[in-house]
C-alpha cells in the first residue's frame, strides 16, 4: 500500500478503527484525516445540532425503534450486495467510497444495516442513526463525513385481522398520522410502469397506500422541523440586546420528485427551496421485496427512507456551511442546547482566498473527452441521472475506472487543506485544437470559519496541493 496510508496503519500493515483490526491490501483508500474523525458520532454528542436534530425527527416516530450506535465498518455485502447494487454500480468504485480493504467499507449510507434489522424484527417501525463517509465533492452542503437516518415501517401480511385487506389496513393507519395543511408539491402518479415501477409483489393499492403514509410520515417531520426553525429564529431574534425585529420567513416550498435506488421501488427524493434552489434532503421509497424475502421475512411489506441530518439541521439552524458541524470552537458549540432550539448566530465571517490551479491531464485521461465533461457536470447539486448510488450526487459511472477522476483532487484538497477549504469549482475546461490534450482549471477558495488566513499560509497549502496532483495524477501544471 502506498505512503499515503502510513500514518493509520500500524508496522503489520493492519488498520485500526477504534481498536479494530483491518489487513489493508491494494483496495484500501482511507486517509488518516478520515480515520481520525471516525471516533466524533456527531449524532451521540449530546448538546451537537446534530444529535438535537437526530432527537427531533426520532419523536416524529414515537413508536418506532431507534438504533444509535452501529460500528461504521461494514461489509461490502452489507453496503451494497444485500441491497441490490449491481457489480458495476458507480456507489462501489474507489473513486466513490472509502476502502478498508476489498471487503469492507466505512459506510457509505445507514441503508447498510437495513437488512440486519429487518432480519432481527424486533419492530415494525424503526430508525438507524449513523456517521457515513464518501469521497465527494467540497462544498456548502457536502462533506465526506455526515450523518444519516434511515427509517422503515413493514407491516405482516400474515397479521392483518380476518375480514380487512393488507391495504385497508395501511389506509387505517394511514387515518392514525397527524395531519398537516403544507402544500407539497407531487406532480407525478404514485408508480410509472418505466420510470417508477410497481414490483409484481404489490396491488397497485398496496403500494399506493404505503406511498401516502411513507410521504405524510416524511412530510410531518418537514412541518416539525420548520416549525421549530420559526420559534428558533423568534429565539435568536429576542436574545439580542436592542431585541431585534425578527426578519420575515419565505415561505416553505416542498417537493416530491422521482428518484431511483437499487433498493426500493417506486422511489422518491424530497426537495426544500434553499437560498435560491432545490436542496435533496433525502430518499425514499417502497422496499424491494426481496431484501424483506432474503432477511428470512417474506410475508413483511413496507418502505424506507434515508435522510441526510446536516441538511435538516442547515435548515432549522440557518447554519451556512456543512463544515461548522465539525468545529470545536466554543463560540459554535456553546450556541445549541437541547432544552432551547435558538437560531444559529454566525460569529465574524473572515475572508476568502480564492487559488486556481490549471493544469494539463496526463494523456490516458485526456484521450476520453467524456472524463473531464461527465466529471464536472457530476459536481452541480442537481441529481445525477444515474441516480440512487451513494454518490448519486457527485460522481459519474463512466469515470470510475479512468486516471483522473474529480473526486480525486477533492481528496486531494481534503487532505491537504482539510476544512480550510469552502469550495472547488472547475472554472475552465479546453482541449488544446493540435495536440489534442485537455486542460482544466479549478478554482479552491481558501476560507477558515475560525479565523482569517494568512497570505502566505493560503500560498503554502495552494503548492502543496499543486505538487500532490503531479504527483499523484502525473498532471502537467500551467
Ligand atoms: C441514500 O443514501 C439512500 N440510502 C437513501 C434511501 C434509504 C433511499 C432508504 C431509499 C430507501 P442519497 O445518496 O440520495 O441516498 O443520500 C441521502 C441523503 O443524504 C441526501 O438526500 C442528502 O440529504 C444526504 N447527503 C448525500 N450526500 C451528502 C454529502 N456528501 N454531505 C451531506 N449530506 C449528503
Ligand atoms: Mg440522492
Redesign the pocket.
Known sequence: CSKRYNSSASESNDLLVEGKSYKTDSWTNVPSTILSAVPRRLHQQDSHPIAITRKLIESRFPSYQHHNDFFPVVTVGQNFDS?GFPMDHPGRSRTDTYYVNKDHVLQ????AH?ADVFRANTSPGFTISAD?Y?R??IDR????I???M???MTWDRNAVPEGKTLAQQIWEDVENLPKHNLVVEDPNPPTHAERNPLQKDHSQEEAEAMAVHLKRSLENVVVEIFSKAKEAAAAAAAAEPEGAPLEEQAPLQVRWIE?Y?P??SP?W??EIFWQGDW???????I?QQSILNNADVPSRVG??????????AMLLYEIPD?RLFWSQDPRFLSQFDQKLIRRYVPFSKYPAAPRDVAFWLPKAAAEDSKTVTGTAAGTSST?SPA????????ANAEFATLAFHENDIMEIVRNTAGDLVEDVTLVDEFVHPKTGRKSLCYRINYRSLERTLSREETNDLHEKIRAELVEKFGVQLR
Do not use: K, M, N
Open positions: 441491497l457509505t449510507h445507514t441503508s437495513q457515513v464518501r465527494d465533492a452542503s457536502h462533506y465526506p455526515f450523518h444519516q434511515e427509517g422503515a428518484a435506488f433498493f426500493t422511489s427524493e424530497l436542496l435533496e434532503v433525502l430518499g425514499c421509497g422496499v418502505w424506507a427512507f434515508g435522510i441526510g441530518l446536516e441538511r435538516i456543512i441529481p441516480g440512487g448510488h451513494p454518490s448519486a450526487e457527485g
